[in-house]
């Protein structure tokens, strides 16, 4: 009966080994698993961060490309604008070149226009004389 007591208690003894062993195996999985479960949220709360950040910068390269944008566009006008005002100016000085050049021409015109009035009535005027002349010396 020893053996039998002896073999009881050694079973019992193994028996409460392995419920032990149970016990820390299951506390070890949760361990680890709970130290799972806060690194992956410690993971996921660093990319939420990186994520972010590099949202907020893409809205900031995007404010500043739409600035650099607007400031292009603005000189783009400001540009056009100071050309056609010079186009403007350099058309209205050539007009008012040709302008001065048609007055003067003018001018030019009328004066010989005189000039050859002048002669035509100075020559008209030698050629009665001088008919007048003939008619005299023919009327003698």
Not at 100 to 109: I, P
Not at 133 to 139: I, S
């Amino acid at each position: 009966m020893n053996k039998l007591l002896i073999a009881v208690m050694m079973m019992a003894g193994l028996t409460a080994c392995s419920q032990e062993a149970k016990q820390e195996t299951q506390e070890t999985a949760q361990a680890v698993a709970s130290e799972v479960k806060n690194e992956a949220a410690s993971a996921a709360d660093a990319a939420a961060s990186e994520a972010k950040g590099a949202a907020a910068q893409a809205v900031s390269d995007a404010k500043e490309a739409g600035a650099d944008a607007k400031e292009t566009a603005e000189k783009a006008i400001s540009d056009a604008k100071e050309t056609t005002g010079k186009a403007i100016d350099g058309a209205k000085e050539a007009s008012d070149k040709a302008l001065d050049d048609a007055k003067a021409a003018v001018g030019e015109a009328k004066d010989a226009a005189k000039d050859a009035a002048k002669d035509a009535l100075g020559k008209a005027a030698d050629a009665t004389q001088e008919a007048a002349d003939k008619l005299k010396d023919a009327a003698k």
